[in-house]
T-cell receptor, first 113, second 110 residues
């Protein structure tokens, strides 16, 4: 049972490049979310999804897009990377929403030069 | 807007030395308060959910308590393997998101 799998683990981009952070879960969870974690800021919600075909914005959505075509996958797209998006990104999933125990992946460490 | 403040930022304890971590919160209506543990280079791992003032939850050397304004994570006779960052989060009624604090980095010295 893999849980929540994030790829890649590390990535370095140049300003203006685009990329997709992958997140997959094998627990049949309906709720999935993306957070970024920055020093002194805590985890901040970027986007979330309550099921396939349904997504919504979190606290810091600007510069990021998401889609949810299947229950298992919830990719996060950076459209035009900026240095301010340098961060550690975590994907999480749960059975019934944010009030249920969240299962987190081990993160993607992203640096934008 | 929901707010979560954790203190202290960092805490160093000798093995066996008990202490408490604090999580103060401001919400319009608390749906749940959550504690997570995060090891370096890893994602957070769920520990506890508390729903109402007076509630307590225990797991091994950890006990979480809740009042109307704050939660405490008590650690009794800690061991080096308890070293981690402990995160507190809240969910407000009618809100499909969690608000996290910045965490307390706990170090247990053998």
């Amino acid at each position: 049972n893999a849980g929540v799998t994030q790829t890649p683990k590390f990535q370095v981009l140049k300003t203006g490049q685009s990329m997709t952070l992958q997140c997959a879960q094998d627990m049949n969870h309906e709720y999935m979310s993306w957070y970024r974690q920055d020093p002194g800021m805590g985890l901040r919600l970027i986007h979330y999804s309550v099921g396939a075909g349904i997504t919504d914005q979190g606290e810091v959505p600007n510069g990021y897009n998401v889609s949810r075509s299947t229950t298992e996958d919830f990719p996060l797209r950076l459209l035009s990377a900026a240095p301010s998006q340098t961060s550690v990104y975590f994907c999480a999933s749960s059975y019934g929403g944010p009030g249920q125990p969240q299962h987190f992946g081990d993160g993607t460490r992203l640096s934008i030069l | 807007e929901d707010q979560v403040t954790q203190s202290p930022e960092a805490l160093r304890l000798q093995e066996g030395e008990s202490s408490s971590l604090n999580c103060s919160y401001t919400v319009s209506g608390l749906r749940g308060l959550f504690w997570y543990r995060q090891d370096p280079g890893k994602g957070p791992e769920f520990l506890f959910t508390l729903y109402s003032a007076g509630e307590e939850k225990e797991k091994e050397r950890l006990k979480a308590t809740l009042t109307k304004k704050e939660s405490f994570l008590h650690i009794t006779a800690p061991k080096p393997e308890d070293s981690a960052t402990y995160l507190c989060a809240v969910q407000d009624f009618g809100n499909e998101k969690l608000t996290f604090g910045t965490g307390t980095r706990l170090t247990i010295i053998p």
